[in-house]
């Protein structure tokens, strides 16, 4: 004990006050000073993290899963499926998918001891068709050291100083990461990603007139962007409210967001075709938890596609972990369900990612699913299989053993600021651009500056009774 408080003591003498009794996030404390030298503050006090402030830090380490928002619950395999809006904001180390028990890659099924021949030729057709930066536990792996090093330095100060509050406290999307773990590119930037493929499966959607193949080759766009939003081990910069971005794509597709909500954060989106045969919109937000040595995404928001025949299909989001972010290798995992359904048609897709049937080697990224037929008005009743879907989200989609989608053989569409642009877009943010210069120290007093007079603005609409 007494060496434990002898080595925070060091510890708080290096880095607690460095930050001169300043919140790191922003929200409670006054600026104290100039916010250059906060700037010079922040910055110093990642530098000086060291192997024993990060040792102290992970003492404070939760051992169980928080969400925001949700009652304290765990849940057995015998409990039926709950909306994720309403399951447990405490989960045990496995956490629950539908109405079977996730279990990870680890091999912690229990179809006994030993791999079958059948789960070695499922491992084959997997690693066969993976994406380089996979991982081969699943996922996608952290294939720069210095980024997982800058994040460790940024999460083990901002654990030494926050303490647990900031681990079980809410959503960390409210605090203000130091600029050092932050990639130069916002939110709404990785967002537009999600329109990489749609040049590829969504006109082949729209020409169709059968409702299930259609309802395959949205399944299939959707998964296939998963590899281009993936793997973003520094964290994008939280755009401003009312801050926009504006893309082009081939073909004449366009697509406009804009970031509609301070707190929570919410990312808004159109996108139309060149060709006008369909388009996508929808917004998108998530909480961020901690668990032991991960962090929890658990996202929100409905993404829409409309076709000019007047079908529609709409789609959810899974939820995304980050393993081993304070030792290890760092792994960036998709888990649970996402739902696609249309509803006119009355179908739907149902996916389960991380390996759910618990095949022995096979790693993480594995998913299985059904398109179903069902009723809308009983959408917790099973329907009645259609076809047969599943996969690796870092390499490949089979509908009944047919390949829809291929990483080798798919091009993401490139993409393209148009020649005029709103002074309010992403890319003309100062503290984006320093950091694309690397000079942290401007680049954190610029991100400094935008997030106090984001305070102001909200304490003016709080007073007008507008807080959003």
Not at 16 to 31: A, E, N, P, Y
Not at 92 to 107: C, E, P, S, T
Request: glycine content about 10%.
């Amino acid at each position: 004990l007494k060496e434990t408080q002898a080595r925070r003591e060091r510890a708080q003498t290096r880095g607690s006050s460095l930050l001169d009794g300043r919140c790191v996030c922003g929200r409670g404390g006054k600026m104290g000073g100039a916010e250059d030298a906060e700037a010079d503050a922040m910055c110093s006090a990642v530098e000086r993290m060291d192997g024993e402030m990060a040792a102290l830090a992970l003492n404070e380490l939760p051992t169980d899963d928080y969400y925001e928002g949700c009652e304290n619950a765990e849940e057995s395999e015998e409990e039926e499926e709950t909306p994720s809006a309403q399951r447990g904001s405490k989960r045990g180390w496995l956490g629950k998918v539908g109405k079977g028990l996730y279990r990870r890659a680890a091999n912690l099924a229990t179809r006994g001891s030993a791999a079958t021949q059948e789960d070695e030729d499922l491992r084959a057709t997997i690693f066969a068709c993976r994406l380089p930066k996979a991982a081969a536990s699943g996922g996608v792996a952290c294939s720069d050291p210095e980024h997982a090093k800058i994040c460790r330095s940024v999460l083990s100060l901002m654990v030494s100083q926050m303490g647990r509050n900031l681990l079980t406290g809410g959503n960390v999307m409210n605090v203000s990461f130091p600029i050092q773990c932050c990639q130069p590119r916002t939110i709404l930037e990785i967002g537009s990603l999600m329109a990489g493929f749609t040049h590829h499966f969504l006109p082949r959607a729209a020409a169709t007139t059968d409702p299930v193949e259609r309802l395959k080759q949205v399944v299939s766009c959707f998964v296939a962007t998963m590899t281009l939003t993936a793997g973003n081990f520094l964290k994008p910069l939280n755009p401003i409210l009312g801050e926009t971005l504006q893309c082009e794509l081939v073909g004449g597709t366009q697509l406009w967001m804009e970031q509609v909500c301070h707190h929570p954060p919410v990312s808004a989106f159109y996108l139309k075709s060149g060709a006008g045969d369909y388009t996508v919109s929808g917004h998108q937000t998530f909480t961020v938890g901690f668990g032991y040595n991960k962090m929890l995404i658990r996202n929100k928001g409905l993404r829409t596609v409309t076709f000019q025949d007047g079908g529609v299909v709409a789609l959810d989001f899974p939820p995304d972990r980050f393993l081993n972010v304070f030792w290890g290798d760092m792994i960036h995992e998709t888990f649970e369900t996402q739902t696609f359904w249309d509803e006119s048609n009355k179908l739907r897709c149902r996916l389960t990612f991380g390996n759910p049937t618990g095949r022995k080697g096979v790693p993480s990224d594995w998913f299985e699913g059904v398109i179903e037929r069902y009723e809308p008005s009983a959408p917790e009743v099973q329907g009645d299989v259609l076809s047969s879907v599943e996969g690796s989200w870092v390499g490949f989609i089979d509908f009944d053993k047919v390949r829809y989608w291929d990483y080798r053989t798919t091009d993401k569409s490139p993409s393209s600021a148009p020649a005029s642009v709103l002074p309010s877009d992403s890319r003309k943010r100062a503290d984006r651009n320093c950091l694309v210069a690397k000079d942290f120290r401007a680049a954190q007093g610029h991100k400094t500056r935008l997030e106090e007079q984001q305070r102001k603005e909200r304490h003016l609409r709080e007073a007008a009774g507008t807080a959003r």
